[in-house]
Nanobody
Framework: AQLVESGGGLVQAGGSLRLSCTTS????????IGWFRQVPGKERVTIAC????????YYQRSAKGRFTISADNAKKTVYLQIVSLNVEDTAIYSC????????????????????WGQGTQVTVSS
């Protein structure tokens, strides 16, 4: 299984980004795909998840409103759109796949996910 993130980079505060997580090597519709972020010295946190099979989604409470997760089943790719970026959004963003439905008790535990990408850096300048 392989997950490859792209779309990170340097952006000014107030701008937007769309991160992509392109997958291969497993049945896309059977897995929940999550986006996570981590800053140095802090734990990795679940931002949003989607199950491409049934379309269910989860958002971390603080992510609602500025983050949108979506899936393109034909491309086996999950996107994370982020708007109104601020410096606190600076982090490494990673995606992962887990063989379970979207349930908050599970998706909020990053270690529950089976396969991980390498991550992409997002840096927001003021």
């Amino acid at each position: 299984a392989q997950l490859v993130e792209s779309g990170g980079g340097l952006v000014q505060a107030g701008g937007s980004l769309r991160l992509s997580c392109t997958t291969s090597g497993f049945r896309f519709e059977d897995y929940t795909i999550g986006w996570f972020r981590q800053v140095p010295g802090k734990e990795r946190v679940t931002i949003a998840c989607i199950n491409p099979g049934d379309g269910t989604t989860y958002y971390q409470r603080s992510a609602k409103g500025r983050f949108t997760i979506s899936a393109d089943n034909a491309k086996k790719t999950v996107y994370l759109q982020i708007v109104s970026l601020n410096v606190e959004d600076t982090a490494i963003y990673s995606c992962a796949a887990g063989l379970f439905p979207v349930q908050e008790v599970i998706v909020t535990v990053p270690n529950a996910f089976n396969y991980w990408g390498q991550g992409t850096q997002v840096t927001v300048s003021s």
